[in-house]
T-cell receptor, first 117, second 111 residues
Framework: DAGVTQSPTHLIKTRGQQVTLRCSPK?????VSWYQQALGQGPQFIFQ???????QRGNFPDRFSGHQFPNYSSELNVNALLLGDSALYLC????????????????FGPGTRLTVT | LAKTTQPISMDSYEGQEVNITCSHN???????ITWYQQFPSQGPRFIIQ???TKVTNEVASLFIPADRKSSTLSLPRVSLSDTAVYYC????????????FGTGTRLTVIP
């Protein structure tokens, strides 16, 4: 059973460019959340998708947008990249219903390291 | 949205029991408490989740007092591989609010 996968692993972009990051959730999961983690900081919540809709959003500008597909996979798009967007981008999947265990744990992928120069 | 407060860092010797306390004074009636562990350059990993009293799994125990305004993650007999950052989160059963990480506690296990 594959866990959460993310692509690419690493990415280098120039200021002003656009980037798309991809995430495939753990098998059976229906909810995907995206986080940005700067060096030495805790993960910062960007947004969460469920049933192809943005369900909740953190304090990020609308340069950050996303999408969830019918197979539950998701994309994170960032436009007009800034140097401050350099970070580890984490995707996490979960079951909105909590599953049979009743636990609402999130399973995280390994992340995409984005460097903006 | 309940905010959590944790110590920034802790040191412990190998083989000792480590207790990390998290304060969440504004926890709501429907909120669960969840702890994650994160190693450098990896995504956080779920450790344990609870609502009240005590929860134990193969990795850790979680103690929650009756007022639920704090919780304590207990790691028995730590080893060097337990060196990591530990995060405490609170959120309701929809999972929607169980999303906001604080700065976490950096645990360093010393040989």
């Amino acid at each position: 059973d594959a866990g959460v996968t993310q692509s690419p692993t690493h990415l280098i972009k120039t200021r002003g460019q656009q980037v798309t990051l991809r995430c495939s959730p753990k098998s059976g999961h229906d909810t995907v959340s995206w986080y940005q983690q700067a060096l030495g900081q805790g993960p910062q919540f960007i947004f969460q998708y469920y049933e192809e809709e943005e369900r909740q959003r953190g304090n990020f500008p609308d340069r950050f947008s996303g999408h969830q597909f019918p197979n539950y996979s998701s994309e994170l798009n960032v436009n007009a990249l800034l140097l401050g967007d350099s970070a580890l981008y984490l995707c996490a999947s979960s079951l909105v219903s909590g599953g049979t265990s009743g636990s609402y744990e999130q399973y995280f992928g390994p992340g995409t390291r984005l460097t903006v120069t | 949205l309940a905010k959590t407060t944790q110590p920034i860092s802790m040191d412990s010797y190998e083989g000792q029991e480590v207790n990390i306390t998290c304060s969440h004074n504004n926890i709501a009636t429907n909120d669960y408490i969840t702890w994650y562990q994160q190693f450098p350059s990896q995504g956080p990993r779920f450790i344990i989740q609870g609502y009240k009293t005590k929860v134990t799994n193969e990795v850790a125990s979680l103690f929650i007092p009756a007022d639920r305004k704090s919780s304590t993650l207990s790691l028995p007999r730590v080893s060097l591989s337990d060196t990591a950052v530990y995060y405490c989160l609170v959120g309701d059963e929809t999972g929607a609010n169980n999303l906001f990480f604080g700065t976490g506690t950096r645990l360093t296990v010393i040989p």
